[in-house]
């Protein structure tokens, strides 16, 4: 426990956060595990709704427990991120998957290196993923590199080490499982310093079940994500849709044009009305978007402001 000690010595207080639902089977191994490696840490875990013993299992382990009824990760994390004070917190999950036996490292390395956020990139043993999850991360990684220009390696890990002044200026406006990508785009958003560090991600035992449901949440989050590329960066996302409407009004014009050259008549009224209105709303979606850009930029100002109020986690 070397590697440790200059979290025993009782400099910063440190939070951890299990969001648990229906983790009667792993939950009380994961918190004695999270007391073995950092016994100095609060450890919380939230109920969300559970229709087993998770809650018995938690306290009889020795961890803190509260109950948000609301279904879904995001109102979990919300809850969270709201009511627990600490100076570093740790997030991850009730399921007894991720390798908890590096959390002092990353602790230690988050307080060495100033950062805000450590990412647990998953490296799963055989039969850890399910193939449809593992396909969805893929695509979701490469849809927010093509829109944010930069590289999550594992968008939707749930083991993450956060500084305080991360945790208490993140709005948390989702409410399921698409809580991952959003703290991720506000991190770009931001331009927080973080970094992701690989991490052994074990099959779950069994009893145990994944909450994820693999076409109704994967439709959630790329919901999130095309609605937070309109907030983030919306002259971009406006001028995309500006582009399609000019380019659809060309095409459509092209033969009424050719035929206005030819024999100065224009003979499709009703296209030609069409035409116009596209061009109009091409127009309305590029002034939308100059505006709106303005709008975001100061709402970046103002949550970079709110999040510089906080103190850096240093040594």
Same mark, same amino acid.
């Given at each position: 426990?070397?590697? #440790?000690?200059?979290?025993?010595?009782?400099? /910063?207080? +440190?939070?951890?956060?299990?969001?648990?639902? #229906?983790?009667?089977?792993?939950?009380?191994?994961?918190?004695?595990?999270?007391?073995? /490696?950092? $016994?100095?840490?609060?450890?919380?875990?939230?109920?969300?709704?559970?229709?087993?013993?998770?809650?018995?299992?938690?306290?009889?382990?020795?961890?803190?427990?509260?109950?948000?009824?609301?279904?879904?990760?995001? #109102?979990?994390?919300?809850?969270?991120?709201?009511?627990?004070?600490? =100076?570093?917190?740790?997030?991850?999950?009730? =399921?007894?998957? /991720?390798?908890?036996?590096?959390? $002092?490292?990353?602790?230690?390395?988050?307080?060495?290196?100033?950062?805000?956020?450590?990412?647990?990139?998953?490296?799963?043993?055989?039969?850890?993923?399910?193939?449809?999850?593992?396909?969805?991360?893929?695509?979701?990684?490469?849809?927010i590199l093509f829109i944010f220009e930069d590289r999550y390696t594992d968008v939707f890990s749930g083991y993450r080490i956060f500084s305080k002044r991360f945790?208490?200026?993140? $709005?948390?406006?989702?409410?399921?499982?698409?809580?991952?990508?959003?703290?991720? +785009?506000?991190?770009? =958003?931001?331009?927080? $310093?973080?970094?992701?560090?690989?991490?052994r991600y074990s099959k779950r035992v069994i009893g145990s079940e994944s909450k994820l449901r693999t076409f109704s949440d994967g439709f959630l989050i790329l919901?999130?994500?095309?609605?937070?590329?309109?907030?983030?960066?919306?002259?971009?996302?406006?001028?995309?849709?500006?582009?399609?409407?000019?380019?659809?009004?060309?095409?459509?014009?092209?033969?009424?044009?050719?035929?206005?050259?030819?024999?100065?008549?224009?003979?499709?009224?009703?296209?030609?009305?069409?035409v116009m209105g596209l061009v109009v709303l091409s127009f309305i979606c590029l002034t939308c978007g100059l505006i709106l850009d303005c709008v975001a930029r100061?709402?970046?100002?103002?949550?970079?402001?709110? /999040?510089?109020?906080?103190?850096?986690?240093?040594?």
């Open positions: 426990m070397k590697k #440790n000690d200059n979290l025993i010595s009782g400099v /910063y207080r +440190i939070a951890v956060l299990l969001p648990c639902f #229906n983790e009667e089977a792993t939950v009380a191994n994961v918190v004695k595990d999270f007391k073995r /490696y950092i $016994p100095e840490a609060l450890i919380y875990v939230y109920d969300n709704n559970s229709s087993d013993n998770t809650i018995r299992e938690a306290k009889e382990a020795g961890a803190i427990v509260r109950c948000e009824p609301s279904r879904g990760k995001g #109102n979990v994390v919300r809850r969270m991120f709201a009511d627990i004070e600490a =100076d570093i917190f740790i997030m991850s999950d009730g =399921d007894g998957t /991720y390798d908890i036996s590096t959390s $002092p490292a990353l602790v230690q390395q988050l307080i060495d290196e100033q950062l805000d956020m450590i990412v647990g990139i998953r490296v799963p043993e055989e039969g850890a993923h399910r193939k449809g999850h593992s396909f969805g991360n893929f695509i979701f990684n490469k849809i945790v208490k200026t993140f $709005p948390t406006l989702s409410k399921g499982f698409e809580v991952e990508t959003e703290i991720c +785009i506000h991190a770009l =958003d931001l331009n927080i $310093p973080l970094k992701e560090v690989p991490v919901r999130t994500i095309i609605n937070m590329f309109k907030e983030v960066k919306p002259f971009t996302f406006f001028n995309i849709i500006s582009a399609i409407l000019m380019i659809t009004a060309f095409f459509i014009s092209y033969p009424l044009v050719i035929t206005w050259i030819e024999t100065g008549l224009v003979p499709r009224i009703p296209t030609a009305i069409i100061g709402r970046k100002e103002a949550k970079r402001l709110c /999040y510089l109020t906080f103190p850096i986690v240093s040594k």
